[in-house]
């Protein structure tokens, strides 16, 4: 008679090993290793957001503390945020109005116009300041990119 190989497995093996307890921490390590390294990641991108949006509020912030002090010049105060700024797609847009102030807002008129409270008009200058942040990686339900913006408004006269 022929000589057969034995089996590669038996069933006393298949019961014993299906009740080993070796090798589920592996198991679970990889399995929740996925689910660690997705929320560094995004607490991560949130953290890079969140920074984003102050640097382009100090940006703001910047040009009008600027115009205080050099006077209003739209190109040197564009040049000004941009060069103390390290955002690269930043949107810059400074403007010059007149204005009285009215319940902690500036509501715009003429410069030759006198406010409720008897004073002449103030000239003020605003400062936009916009840039676009694009998540590292797209998240269900959110939008990839966020339109961020601030603006600063100061009376210079």
């Known amino acids: ?3 057969t190989s034995p089996p590669l497995w038996r069933w006393a093996d298949l019961r014993l090993l299906w009740r080993s307890n070796s090798g589920l921490a592996a198991v679970e390590f990889a ?5 660690l390294a997705f929320m560094f990641v995004a607490i991560a991108d949130l953290g890079i957001g969140i ?11 910047y040009g009008t503390e600027y115009a205080l002090i050099h006077g209003y010049d739209a190109d040197k105060i564009q040049n000004a945020i941009r060069n103390a700024s390290n955002l690269s797609g ?3 847009s400074p403007s010059q ?4 102030p009215d319940s902690g807002r500036v509501v715009k008129t003429s410069c030759s116009a006198n406010c409720n409270d008897g004073a002449s008009a103030g000239t003020y200058a605003e400062i936009s300041v916009s840039d676009n942040y694009a998540t590292m990686i797209p998240y ?9 913006s601030a603006h600063s408004t100061a009376r210079l006269q």
């Not at 269900?140 to 961020?148: C, D, Q, T």
Request: glycine residues 6%.
């Open 31 to 35: 399995m929740i290793v996925p689910i």
């Open 97 to 100: 109005f007149c204005g009285c």
């Open 140 to 148: 269900p339900g959110l939008p990839s990119v966020f339109a961020l």
């Open 90 to 92: 930043l949107a810059v």
């Open 51 to 61: 920074y984003t949006d102050m640097q382009v509020s100090n940006a703001a912030q």
């Open 1 to 3: 008679m022929p000589r």
